[in-house]
């Protein structure tokens, strides 16, 4: 005796909800990318027509005031002072021992903060990066 069933059942498999769900998610990763800022203070750094090739993951940030800033990757800057950036740096060096930190420093900030900052890198033996901003055509 053969059963007959009343409700056929549809093999076929509709994509037009899958298509929604990527095409918002889409949208929001698009969105989210550009909010991100990697360096929100107000530096205004010289410029050069010579850029580095290597991406640090740490950075030092002296604004025109000569506040200065430390983040680490894709943190947020975050205000420091000279002794706390000498544990930042050792902190960095525990992280990474082969990354570069860079120095993003104002245009008008004296010579001699920079040099300082370059000689407590080079005293616990960190590479440094000064950053530049590209030449204007």
């Given at each position: 005796?053969?059963?007959?069933r009343?409700?056929?059942?549809?093999?076929?498999?509709?994509?037009?909800?899958?298509?929604?769900?990527?095409?918002?998610?889409?949208?929001?990763?698009?969105?989210?990318?550009?909010?991100?800022?990697?360096?929100?203070?107000?530096?205004?750094?010289?410029?050069?027509?010579?850029?580095?090739?290597?991406?640090?993951?740490?950075?030092?940030?002296?604004?025109?005031?000569?506040?200065?800033?430390?983040?680490?990757?894709?943190?947020?800057?975050?205000?420091?002072?000279?002794?706390?950036?000498?544990?930042?740096?050792?902190?960095?060096?525990?992280?990474?021992?082969?990354?570069?930190?860079?120095?993003?420093?104002?245009?008008?900030?004296p010579?001699?903060?920079?040099?300082k900052?370059?000689?407590?890198?080079?005293?616990?033996?960190?590479?440094?990066?000064?950053?530049?901003?590209?030449?204007?055509?």
């Open positions: 005796m053969a059963i007959k009343r409700h056929r059942i549809n093999p076929n498999f509709s994509m037009a909800s899958m298509t929604d769900v990527i095409f918002l998610l889409l949208i929001f990763f698009m969105v989210t990318s550009t909010v991100v800022f990697p360096n929100a203070i107000k530096v205004n750094l010289p410029q050069s027509s010579q850029q580095a090739a290597a991406k640090p993951l740490s950075r030092v940030t002296i604004d025109a005031d000569l506040n200065y800033y430390v983040a680490f990757g894709n943190e947020r800057e975050q205000p420091t002072d000279i002794d706390s950036l000498v544990d930042f740096l050792l902190k960095t060096r525990e992280r990474e021992p082969e990354m570069f930190v860079a120095i993003y420093a104002d245009q008008s900030v010579y001699g903060e920079v040099v900052i370059l000689d407590l890198a080079n005293k616990h033996n960190l590479k440094m990066v000064l950053a530049t901003a590209p030449e204007r055509e």
